[in-house]
């Protein structure tokens, strides 16, 4: 059944995906040894024009670009067998919002996305209660209007919309490949161990994730470069997540009345628990909109590690704990497997916001770019994971034709891995219960921001506004702002205020 839907997706994928970009052809430098055989006992040689490591949406997104801009022979490598395996630990939604779709736009690739996905416009989020309050559907109170265009699609279907477009533009996507040799090639090139042959290439690009292989091979290569994360402190980071699989479609029973009501793949929904005190019971279960009705859907479930969803290690005691807590989902919601393989399933942590310093270099001859989670990486707090990976690939994209590719790449993009670590810090951390107190406190400071801000607005020129009191920086981020700005925008009103605090202080004791 699995490969049959992949065959379908391959199939309407050609029909919904907008016709490539023309290719501008081009013969990329290429090492100079014509010797095939490296050796005896050694792998055969395949020269290409560039090798991208890793095809998460950022290796796939930088396959195409790639292509666009007149690369031949581009291969792509990735470890796991297919390029939109569903992955119950990795089946989240991605909102790709205003940034990551400035590169879909760019390389045509919109609409196909918004084919396999649903529109954020109109965003309404479904209340299925516990007790007698029912089932009713209420707006999100933070909506952003800039956001209305941006497009919920799972993980998967992202995946599989961009492999799609990659091969059909002629990038090389070889699945099944673990890369762990890297070697800097007599020539100049580099070298990549792949199976029984040995790619030799003059551009790298790793988007291998958070634990990079290729910033491992870079920091290596150049040990007085900085390729070593930077980690910050964040209340999301370590968090505990698993994901709950529920069916695309299921009954849930309306408590007001005790009537049936089907849910729609479509709608989003959340699904709160009987304890209502925060303790270590209360529990909010999250499904957000997903276009495809035969893709199952995935419940987000992410709390402190004292959460006790965590103590349940048999299918039988998670079905007790969701018994007890969601008397609203009737046991058929959830099945028995699904019980069984949250138990058993290996917990995620959040990772710290980090962000590594340099993103580009070049060893021997070739060019070597990061991007992605290699560059920086951070709990989903603003969704900014996948729409900052096509930033870098769209950065990538517009220097490399440039002769100082590798120093533009940096200029850009290594300022910007700093500020959106930094940004994700800040920007709306208390969303998973782990703290009342903090999160009414960062709810306060919310608050006030945003109607200092409106005041502003009112008061001063729209540019002056911005400096004396910025929207919350959440906001600008998902508006889809330049991350150094927002940044920079926050850093200087913490610090305005911080004086006015000292001043007002210093007036009451004088
Ligand atoms: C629970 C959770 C929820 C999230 N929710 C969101 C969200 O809502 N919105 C959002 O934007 N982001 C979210 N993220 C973050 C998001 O997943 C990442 O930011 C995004 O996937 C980064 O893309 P990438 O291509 O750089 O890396 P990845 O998606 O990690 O892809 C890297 C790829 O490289 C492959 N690879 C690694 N090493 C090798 C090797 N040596 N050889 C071959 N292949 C290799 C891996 O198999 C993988 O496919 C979430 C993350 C988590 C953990
Ligand atoms: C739940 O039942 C109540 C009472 O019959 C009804 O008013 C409400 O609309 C129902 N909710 C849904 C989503 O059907």
């Not at 030799?200 to 007085?224: I, M, N, Q, W, Y």
């Not at 991007?371 to 707090?381: E, N």
Request: contains cysteine.
């Amino acid at each position: 059944m699995h490969a049959m839907r992949a065959f379908v997706v391959v199939c309407t994928a050609h029909a919904l995906i907008a016709p490539p970009v023309r290719l501008r052809e081009r013969t990329a430098p290429r090492a100079t040894s014509g010797d095939y055989l490296a050796g005896l006992g050694q792998s055969t040689i395949e020269e290409v024009d560039a090798v991208v490591i890793g095809c998460g949406p950022a290796g796939l997104a930088a396959a195409v670009e790639l292509k666009r801009r007149g690369f031949d022979r581009v291969v792509a490598l990735e470890r796991r067998e297919a390029p939109d395996e569903f992955e119950v630990a990795k089946a989240y939604l991605y909102l790709v919002d205003r940034r990551g779709q400035r590169w879909t736009d760019a390389v045509g690739a919109t609409d196909g996305i918004r084919a396999r996905g649903v529109s954020n416009e109109g965003f309404s989020l479904t209340r299925i209660y516990p007790d007698e309050k029912g089932i009713f559907p209420t707006k999100p109170v933070l909506a952003r209007p800039g956001a209305a265009q941006a497009v919920w699609i799972p993980r998967a279907s992202l995946l599989a919309a961009l492999a799609e477009r990659a091969a059909h533009d002629g990038a090389d996507l070889r699945f099944g490949v673990s890369v762990d040799g890297l070697r800097a090639a007599d020539d100049g090139a580099v070298d990549i161990a792949c199976g029984a042959t040995t790619l030799r290439t003059p551009l790298v690009v790793g988007a291998d994730g958070a634990r990079s292989r290729v910033r491992d091979f870079l920091a290596k290569e150049l040990p007085a470069s900085s390729f070593e994360p930077r980690e910050l402190a964040s209340p999301s980071a370590g968090l505990t997540y698993k994901m709950l699989q529920v069916p695309p479609s299921f009954d849930v029973t309306n408590k007001t009345d005790g009537s049936s009501f089907t849910t729609r793949s479509r709608d989003a929904y959340t699904v709160p628990s009987r304890s209502t005190k925060p303790n270590t019971r209360r529990l909010r279960l999250g499904l957000l909109p997903s276009r495809d009705p035969e893709l199952p859907r995935t419940a987000n479930i992410i709390r402190p590690a004292n959460h006790e969803i965590w103590g349940c290690a048999t299918g039988a005691e998670v079905r007790e704990f969701l018994r007890s807590e969601f008397p609203q989902l009737p046991d058929a919601v959830v099945s028995d497997e699904a019980c069984e393989a949250f138990a058993i399933a290996e917990p995620g942590a959040f990772p710290s916001p980090q962000y590594v310093e340099t993103v580009a270099a070049t060893v021997g001859a070739a060019r070597c770019f990061l991007v992605g989670d290699a560059i920086h990486a951070f709990p989903p707090d603003l969704g900014q994971g996948v729409n900052a990976a096509l930033e870098d690939v769209k950065t990538l994209g517009d220097v490399l034709d440039d002769q100082n590719a590798v120093a533009a790449y940096q200029a850009a993009r290594a300022p910007a891995a700093k500020a959106i670590a930094h940004l994700v810090q800040r920007g709306f951390p208390y969303q998973y219960d782990q703290s009342v107190w903090r999160q009414r406190l960062f709810t306060v400071g919310l608050v006030g921001r945003v109607a200092a801000n409106a005041l502003a607005a009112k008061l001063l020129p729209e540019k002056i506004a911005k400096r004396v009191a910025p929207p919350p920086a959440a906001f600008s981020v998902i508006d889809g702002e330049d991350y150094v700005g927002v940044w920079k925008h926050i850093k200087r009103a913490t610090r305005a205020t911080a004086a006015l605090a000292v001043a007002v202080l210093a007036r009451a004791v004088i």
